[in-house]
């Protein structure tokens, strides 16, 4: 009796199907474990990246502030030509916490009051830190973050000196009004006030050409005592053209190069 070698000899079809079956079963099941853990994978990979990408649109702004009569304060952008409210931020226990959506640097203003305020400048991605009494706000705030609010703060402590120098001079000039004395004094006051109001201009021009590619550097520029300008449009151009370049190449396309560009054009008409 001869045996004939076949397939259903060697492969036993029940066996063959049946194993078969189990094999495709199994990896199927394992091939639809395996894709389920990568779109919880992918899911959680996207989640993160878009949290990150919106945190990189925003600034974070927090700090403490103390003895201030109201529970917040207002945020407000200073754009070139007007006061742009942000936001309303609240006071808890003096502590606040703020999130500034933007997409380019831009100088913002803290205001508790008409006479108590901070500037400050942020750019998208910063975290900034600020304390501050605010009974005496203006000499007490602190800014951590960036060079740009630290330097903005600076030129703003050399202003104030110059401000205290400034009223004890006012305060001399008021004593001797009426006096004999009184002409000669005021001239004294004059020619004291004039060489400290020179030295601080010359302070701001040192910083500018020392940080041309800081925006801190064209708000010095507009920088005041009182009402009298440290410089003018017409008189110090050849200043801001000389930061210009610093300025664009920094912040292209920032709406205050924008307004920067076609008032140094205006010159030139």
């Not at 389920?36 to 927090?62: E, H």
């Amino acid at each position: 009796m001869y045996y004939c070698i076949n397939a259903k000899n060697i492969f036993p079809r029940p066996y063959f199907v049946g194993n078969l079956y189990t094999f495709v079963q199994m990896n199927q099941e394992r091939y639809f474990f395996v894709m389920k853990r990568l779109k919880m994978f992918v899911f959680c990979l996207l989640t993160v990246f878009l949290f990150f990408a919106c945190r990189q649109d925003k600034v974070l702004i927090s700090g403490v502030f103390e003895n201030s009569d109201k529970p917040y304060f207002v945020l407000l952008q200073i754009a070139p030509d007007e006061l742009i409210p942000v936001d309303t931020v609240l006071l808890l226990k003096g502590r606040f916490s703020c999130r500034i959506k933007t997409d380019q640097a831009g100088v913002y203003l803290m205001r508790f009051s008409d006479t108590s305020f901070i500037s400050f400048i942020a750019n998208k991605g910063d975290k900034l830190s600020f304390t501050g009494d605010v009974a005496n706000l203006n000499r007490t705030y602190s800014v951590q973050g960036n060079e740009e609010s630290e330097l903005l703060l600076l030129n703003r402590r050399k202003l104030d000196e110059l401000y205290d120098k400034t009223k004890i001079l006012s305060k001399e000039f008021i004593s001797h009004t009426g006096r004999s004395d009184f002409d000669s004094v005021k001239n004294r006051i004059d020619s004291i006030y004039q060489v400290n109001f020179e030295l601080h201009k010359r302070y701001l021009t040192d910083c500018m050409l020392a940080h041309p590619n800081r925006l801190a550097s064209l708000l010095a520029f507009y920088q005041k005592l009182g009402n009298n300008a440290f410089f003018t449009m017409k008189e110090d151009k050849d200043l801001l053209k000389t930061i210009y370049p610093a300025l664009a190449k920094a912040y292209p396309d920032n709406l205050y190069i924008k307004d920067l560009e076609e008032k140094l054009a205006e010159q030139n008409d």
